[in-house]
T-cell receptor
Framework: NAGVTQTPKFRVLKTGQSMTLLCAQDMNHEYMYWYRQDPGMGLRLIHYSVGEGTTAKGEVPDGYNVSRLKKQNFLLGLESAAPSQTSVYFC?????????????FGPGTRLTVT | QQQVKQSPQSLIVQKGGISIINCAYENTAFDYFPWYQQFPGKGPALLIAIRPDVSEKKEGRFTISFNKSAKQFSLHIMDSQPGDSATYFCAASKGRSGGGADGLTFGKGTHLIIQP
């Protein structure tokens, strides 16, 4: 199993450009999450999804949109990138229900907005 | 409002020593408390986790101590090794009370260096 994979690994955008980050998991997990990591800030939840076709806002959702059209994929979109969105983005997934809460993280996407 | 406070920001420990990282939380609805380990250029990976119905959990050299009344929990790394050098994050989630889907609320991280 590849676990959680993220595409691309690195990206540089100019202010105002748009892009989509792709997260894929092959563990048949119901729940998926997008976090951003900034120096000295830890990881902060952007959006999450409890299943195909459903999404919800996290702690820092402004400027981002998400879609979960397939169970294994969770897309994070930036419609008009801003320098404040320069960050490392991590996707995570976990199984359904209360049996286990471990979130499995992908390797991250480093995004720079100039 | 920072819901999970972590200290120290950085820590240097001699090989073979004990590394201790502390966290405090505010939201009493939290009922799952994991510690994640992150190496440079990698995603965080679960190290050990605890539920509030126990006061301590040990896995190998890693121990979580949990104090529900004080709303604090800590990570102890015994016999610290250079390979333990990494950034450690404490986190919390509502788990069952939050419907089971809530994301994690992270502390800001501790950069741990084990000197040989």
């Amino acid at each position: 199993n590849a676990g959680v994979t993220q595409t691309p690994k690195f990206r540089v955008l100019k202010t105002g450009q748009s892009m989509t980050l792709l997260c894929a998991q092959d563990m048949n997990h119901e729940y998926m999450y997008w976090y951003r990591q900034d120096p000295g800030m830890g990881l902060r939840l952007i959006h999450y999804s409890v299943g195909e076709g459903t999404t919800a806002k996290g702690e820092v959702p402004d400027g981002y949109n998400v879609s979960r059209l397939k169970k294994q994929n969770f897309l994070l979109g930036l419609e008009s990138a801003a320098p404040s969105q320069t960050s490392v983005y991590f996707c995570a997934s976990r199984i359904l229900g209360t049996g286990g809460y471990e979130q499995y993280f992908g390797p991250g996407t480093r995004l720079t907005v100039t | 409002q920072q819901q999970v406070k972590q200290s120290p920001q950085s820590l240097i420990v001699q090989k073979g020593g004990i590394s201790i990282i502390n966290c405090a939380y505010e939201n009493t609805a939290f009922d799952y408390f994991p510690w994640y380990q992150q190496f440079p250029g990698k995603g965080p990976a679960l190290l050990i986790a605890i539920r509030p119905d126990v006061s301590e959990k040990k896995e190998g050299r890693f121990t979580i101590s949990f104090n529900k009344s004080a709303k604090q929990f800590s990570l102890h790394i015994m016999d610290s090794q250079p390979g333990d050098s990494a950034t450690y994050f404490c986190a919390a989630s509502k788990g069952r009370s939050g419907g089971g889907a809530d994301g994690l609320t992270f502390g800001k991280g501790t950069h741990l260096i084990i000197q040989p």
